[in-house]
């Protein structure tokens, strides 16, 4: 992007792992949480900023991107900081917004982990692109999104699925990977989405996902490839001036030692105390064993790639850097109305049922972060029973009383992730990357109402009729 | 003047100053992808990119950037589709695609854009 950012994000990001690491609010916060836990509740107006921060993400690109583009981190860090100092000065809330840099920080050592490191490695395909071709490797992605979470499948998948398609790409492939790799093809373990880890976390059996979701998974993968064929089989363009190439079929790839670092992410995923007891907290010091572990296989990844490699796929850090910017505005900003929503689903839960649960978990995990969309709803839905989110052997009670709830916001939460650019973190890299190789992405509304919604809503509406009304 | 041909076999490097880059031959920009702009409309009322014919030589200026160094990477490509001048625009085979790196020094280093990178006319 069009501005200066060396210094300044490093200094923010340390400026605010300072504020929450020294912990400078939480005495007094400590004591207002417990004894008075409803007044913390934010105030409606509070949910202004994130709005305003939506719409400038969706029309600024549009209306005003020169602008936009000089200006967007500031916007989105000064959206933020109105939040935050709302919560701290005026809530005296301080574990909210620890508790969301938290899941920041985590947020972004993954994705930032996987980028570099698949950033490393470069994969030539030599294959005539063809509609069953690309659905084939479509299904490929989507399933071993499953292996190395949406991210990687992404970061790894995209620069050869734009080259085995270069003669014939237009937008609508990059739009089909985004719905298929990068979301709802990783909805079958808790690897593939964050939301499921977090479901993982709090004690929902690791295998439930793919026992449970597979026949959900299988004919929704089934139904947007065969949208996608039947558009591909009408793309016409270059076939004449492809048919005299001679393909090999060869895939090669180049930097395949990166694929150890991809693993050390992968398997850095469960170093969690809650899922390891013997892994140390390092509270309230915001970055986990997990979190340094990812962040140094950032620095090795980075280091040790082959220059040769990084220059083929054009590394550079910036579209880490757009999401990293985004998101810090979008996590913090999204807060109180993630807060109003979980009140309103925890008095009203009675209110709620399967459908409620699946349209509105999705359409919030299309605007919000899916992460806390999915343990909000997954707390309202405990509430129906009685039980707490927080105690993993009432998760467990729950996921073998009545798994409905479950299965709809758990699939909800990742399939809705598509519906647009800031659904799903991969989405923004995805795009960022596309476009950087020329190929020009529509704008968020004309993803939105061109793409999104005719494709994957009606989709939606077969899953939710056939498995969830 | 020397050909596009020449250059990249000579390899020879064009030059940058902040906003500006300097290629040694001539010819005719039919798109270029900076970061993720994509830039096609090089009329003079571009907001975006302003082009300068010399003899010998052209200049594009980036009016978005202040200084190129300052956003464009080591690993980053300028990446340009271009007709040399005296050559048939409407025959694709003459559209050359270049990727211009920042070499450091006001050095513009000059490559033929291989098939590994990820570049779509």
Redesign the interface.
Same mark, same amino acid.
């Given at each position: 992007?069009?501005?200066?950012k $060396?210094i300044f994000f490093p200094s923010l990001f340390v400026f605010l792992g300072i504020i929450f690491s020294i912990n400078i609010f939480a005495g007094e916060s400590n004591l207002i949480v417990k004894e008075t836990e409803q007044l913390t509740q934010p105030s409606i107006y509070m949910v202004l900023p994130f709005i305003i921060l939506l719409l400038l993400i969706a029309t600024g690109p549009l209306f005003y991107k %020169?602008f936009w !583009? &000089?200006h967007y981190p500031k916007i989105s860090i000064l959206l933020g900081t109105i939040t935050l100092v709302y919560y701290l000065y005026f809530l005296k809330d301080f574990h909210s917004m620890q508790h969301i840099f938290i899941e920041y920080v985590s947020f972004i050592a993954l994705l930032s982990s996987l980028f570099v490191a698949s950033g490393g490695i /470069?994969i $030539?395909v030599d294959k005539k692109s063809t509609p069953l071709a690309n659905v084939l490797f479509l299904l490929f992605g989507a399933v071993i999104a499953n292996i190395i979470g949406t991210t990687g499948a992404s970061m790894l998948l995209i &620069?050869p699925f @734009? $080259?085995m398609n $270069?003669d014939r790409?237009k937008p609508y492939h990059i739009i089909f990977f985004i719905f298929l790799i990068s979301n709802v093809g990783g909805a079958l373990t808790p690897i593939g989405d964050p939301p499921l880890f977090i479901g993982f976390l709090r004690g929902v059996p690791f295998f439930w996902v793919i026992v449970n979701v597979w026949y959900i998974w299988l004919p929704t993968i089934a139904l947007i490839l065969l949208v996608f064929y039947f558009v591909d089989s009408n793309n016409k363009m270059n076939t004449d001036s492809s048919a005299n190439i001679e393909y090999s079929g060869k895939i090669e790839i180049q930097g395949g030692k990166n694929f150890i670092y991809l693993v050390v992410v992968i398997l850095a995923v469960f170093i969690d105390p809650n899922v390891m007891s013997w892994v140390p907290s390092l509270a309230p010091f915001p970055l986990g064993i997990r979190e340094i572990i990812m962040f140094s296989i950032v620095y090795l990844s980075y280091k040790n790639a082959h220059?040769e490699i /990084?220059?083929? %796929? !054009?590394?550079?850090?910036?579209p880490i850097k757009e999401v990293a910017y985004l998101f810090i505005g979008i996590f913090l900003t999204m807060v109180p109305a993630l807060q109003l929503i979980a009140n309103f689903a925890q008095v009203k839960h009675e209110l709620l049922d399967t459908t409620t649960f699946y349209w509105a978990t999705g359409i919030l995990s299309g605007v919000l972060d899916n992460t806390p969309t999915y343990l909000n709803f997954l707390s309202a839905a405990m509430g129906k029973f009685y039980l707490d989110v927080n105690i993993q052997s009432q998760v467990l009670e729950f996921v073998t009383k009545d798994d409905i709830f479950l299965r709809a916001i758990s699939v909800s939460a990742v399939f809705f992730g598509a519906i647009t650019y800031i659904g799903n973190g991969p989405n923004f890299m995805v795009k960022? @990357?596309s !476009? &950087?190789?020329? @190929? !020009?992405m529509p704008s968020f509304f004309a993803y939105l109402f061109k793409y999104a919604i005719p494709i994957l809503i009606p989709i939606y509406l077969v899953v939710w009729l056939v498995f969830f009304r | 003047m020397s050909t596009i041909d020449e250059i990249l076999k000579k390899k020879q490097n064009g030059l940058y100053y902040r906003r500006r880059i300097i290629l040694p031959f001539n010819g005719h920009l039919v798109k270029v992808i900076i970061e993720d702009n994509i830039l096609t409309d090089f009329s003079p009322s571009s907001k975006h990119i302003y082009v300068k014919e010399d003899k010998g030589f052209m200049s594009i200026y980036f009016k978005e950037y202040k200084d190129l160094e300052e956003d464009i990477t080591k690993y980053e490509a300028i990446k340009i589709v271009i007709v040399e001048d005296g050559k048939d625009m409407f025959n694709l085979k003459n559209h050359r695609k270049l990727a211009l790196y920042l070499h450091g020094n006001h050095e513009l280093k000059i490559e033929s854009a291989d098939d590994d990178m990820l570049f779509i006319e």
């Open positions: 992007m069009i501005l200066n $060396k %020169n !583009e &000089r /470069l $030539k &620069r @734009i $080259k $270069k790409i220059p /990084l220059k083929s %796929n !054009e590394f550079d850090f910036e960022s @990357i !476009e &950087r190789g020329g @190929i !020009e | -």
